[in-house]
C-alpha cells in the first residue's frame, strides 16, 4: 500500500472512531440509556446539546493549535475520545453524562481537525489530492459499525453499560490504525509540491497550500477547521473549471479559494448572497440534528419496528460513507447551488419520512436521504462560501461554522422540550423539515443574489 493510500486508510479509521463512535454513537445507544438513566426525552436532548456545544468549541479550539503541536493535539484527542466512551459505561447522572458527552465533543472536533490536516499534509506532498474526498466515509462507517456492534450485544443481552465499554473497545483497535497516521520519512524529506487547480489537476484539494508552509496559530487548514464542525470535506466540492456564471473566472484564477472582486456592486451581491448561504447553513445544522440524534428512539416509539431499529442506524451510516463523492458527482453535471437546494429538499423529505410514514420502509427511505445528504451539504456550502468570500475566507468559514454549531445545539434541546411536550416526535420532525425547506429557499436566493 502507498504512502497516500496508508494516510487516507488511517484517517477514515480516525474519523470512525472520533466521530462515528465518540460522536454519533449517542444515538442508538440513546433507549438503553433512557431507561438505565431514567432519563427524560427532554434531559436526552439537553445531553445531547452538550455534545455539540463541546464540538463547537472544540472545532474552533483546534484551529490554533501551531503545526509543531498538531500530533501532539490528534493523540490526545483520539485517547480523549476513547476516555469518554468508557465512561458512558459508568454515568447515570445527567449532569455528569453532559459533561462527558461534551469533552467527547471536544475530542472528536479535534480529531477531524487535526487527522484532516496531516492527510492534507502526505496526499499534497505524495501528489495524491484526489483521495481527500475518501476520508470522509470514515465518518459514515463508523456510524455502520456502531449499529453492528450495538446490535450484536444487544442479541446477546448485554446491558447498555456493557455496550458502551464495548465500542470502546472497537475504538482502542481503530486507534491502533488512526495512530499510525504520519508523514512517511521519505515523504517528509521532500518539498511539498505546487499544484494549480484547473481542469488539468487531479483534484480541488491540489489547490490549498499544505500546513507544512504555515505558521503561526492560524496555521491549520482552513478546509480541515471548516469540516470539523460539518463532518465534511470543503474541498471535495466543484472545482473551479466545473463551475458556472461570472464568478468562475475569478474562482478559477485565484488559489485561495477568495475570488477577487473589482467592483462595489458585485461585491454587495456576493455579500448577501454570502449572508443567506450562512442562514441556510444555520438550518442545516438545526434540521438534520433532531432526527440524527433520536432516530432509533423514534424507530423504538412503535414495538413492532423495534427489531428494526440497528438496521436503521446501520443505513444512516451506509448512506453517508459514499455520499460526498455521489454529490461531487452530481454538482459537477448540475451544479453546486442547485446540487445544495435538491440535498436540502430531499433531507427535508427524509426527516418526516422518519416519522410521518406508516411502513417501515419509509423510516429507511429517511434514514438514508438523512446519510446521504448532510455531509455533501455542508461540502457544498463550504466551499460556495469560501467561492463567495471578498476577503479572508478564514473568517467567512469560521462564520459558517458557528451558524451550523449554534442550529445544532439548538435543534436537539428545542426538538427534546417539543417531543416531550407533545407526546410524540411528529411535531419537531415538522419544524425540522420546514427549517430545510426554508434553508432550500435560501439557498436558491443565494445563488440568484451572487449573479446580481
Not at 61 to 80: L, Q
Not at 280 to 303: C, D, H, K, N, Q
Not at 417 to 440: D, H, I, K, N
Request: charged share 10%; with cysteine; hydrophobic share 60%.
Amino acid at each position: 500500500m502507498t504512502p497516500a493510500a496508508r494516510a487516507t486508510v488511517a484517517g477514515m479509521a480516525a474519523l470512525a472512531l472520533g466521530m462515528g463512535i465518540g460522536r454519533f454513537a449517542y444515538t442508538p445507544l440513546l433507549p438503553a440509556l433512557i431507561a438505565d438513566a431514567g432519563l427524560s426525552i427532554e434531559a436526552a436532548g439537553d445531553i445531547a446539546a452538550a455534545n455539540f456545544a463541546g464540538y463547537l468549541i472544540g472545532a474552533i479550539a483546534a484551529t490554533r493549535v501551531p503545526p509543531a503541536w498538531r500530533r501532539i493535539a490528534f493523540a490526545t484527542a483520539i485517547a480523549a475520545s476513547i476516555l469518554t466512551t468508557l465512561l458512558m459505561a459508568g454515568l447515570r447522572a445527567p449532569v455528569a453524562l453532559g459533561l462527558t458527552r461534551a469533552v467527547a465533543g471536544v475530542a472528536s472536533a479535534f480529531v477531524l481537525v487535526q487527522g484532516s490536516s496531516i492527510i492534507l499534509d502526505v496526499l499534497a506532498r505524495c501528489r495524491r489530492p484526489e483521495l481527500f474526498a475518501w476520508l470522509y466515509a470514515g465518518v459514515g462507517a463508523g456510524i455502520a459499525l456502531t449499529a453492528v456492534i450495538v446490535e450484536g450485544m444487544s442479541r446477546a443481552h448485554a446491558s447498555g453499560s456493557a455496550t458502551w465499554i464495548a465500542l470502546g473497545g472497537a475504538s482502542l483497535l481503530l486507534a491502533v490504525a488512526a495512530l499510525r497516521l504520519r508523514l512517511p520519512d521519505a515523504v517528509e524529506r521532500a518539498p511539498a509540491p505546487v499544484m494549480a487547480s484547473g481542469p488539468a489537476a487531479p483534484g480541488p484539494a491540489a489547490a490549498e497550500p499544505t500546513a507544512a508552509d504555515r505558521s503561526g496559530p492560524d496555521a491549520a487548514v482552513p478546509a480541515a477547521a471548516a469540516a470539523a464542525a460539518d463532518q465534511s470535506d470543503p474541498d471535495a466540492a466543484v472545482p473551479a473549471s466545473h463551475r458556472s456564471g461570472p464568478d468562475a473566472a475569478a474562482s478559477a484564477t485565484d488559489p485561495s479559494g477568495t475570488a477577487a472582486v473589482s467592483d462595489v456592486p458585485q461585491a454587495r451581491a456576493r455579500a448577501r448572497a454570502l449572508r443567506l448561504l450562512t442562514l441556510a447553513y444555520g438550518g442545516l445544522g438545526f434540521g438534520y440534528v433532531i432526527t440524527a440524534t433520536f432516530l432509533v428512539v423514534i424507530v423504538r416509539s412503535r414495538p413492532d419496528w423495534k427489531a428494526w431499529e440497528m438496521a436503521v442506524w446501520f443505513v444512516v451510516g451506509a448512506a453517508a460513507a459514499p455520499s460526498n463523492l455521489l454529490w461531487l458527482w452530481v454538482a459537477r453535471r448540475v451544479g453546486a447551488w442547485n446540487a445544495m437546494t435538491g440535498a436540502f429538499l430531499m433531507q427535508a423529505i427524509g426527516v418526516m419520512a422518519a416519522v410521518a410514514g406508516a411502513h417501515l420502509a419509509w423510516v429507511f427511505v429517511g434514514a438514508a436521504f438523512l446519510g446521504g445528504t448532510i455531509v455533501a451539504i455542508t461540502a457544498m456550502g463550504l466551499s460556495s462560501a469560501r467561492e463567495l468570500a471578498t476577503g479572508d475566507s478564514n473568517r467567512v468559514l469560521g462564520t459558517m461554522t458557528a451558524a451550523f454549531g449554534i442550529g445544532q445545539i439548538a435543534g436537539p434541546a428545542a426538538g427534546g422540550r417539543l417531543a416531550e411536550a407533545t407526546g410524540s416526535f411528529m411535531a419537531p420532525s415538522v419544524m425540522a423539515a420546514v427549517v430545510l425547506v426554508a434553508s432550500a429557499v435560501l439557498t436558491t436566493l443565494a445563488a440568484r443574489a451572487r449573479r446580481a
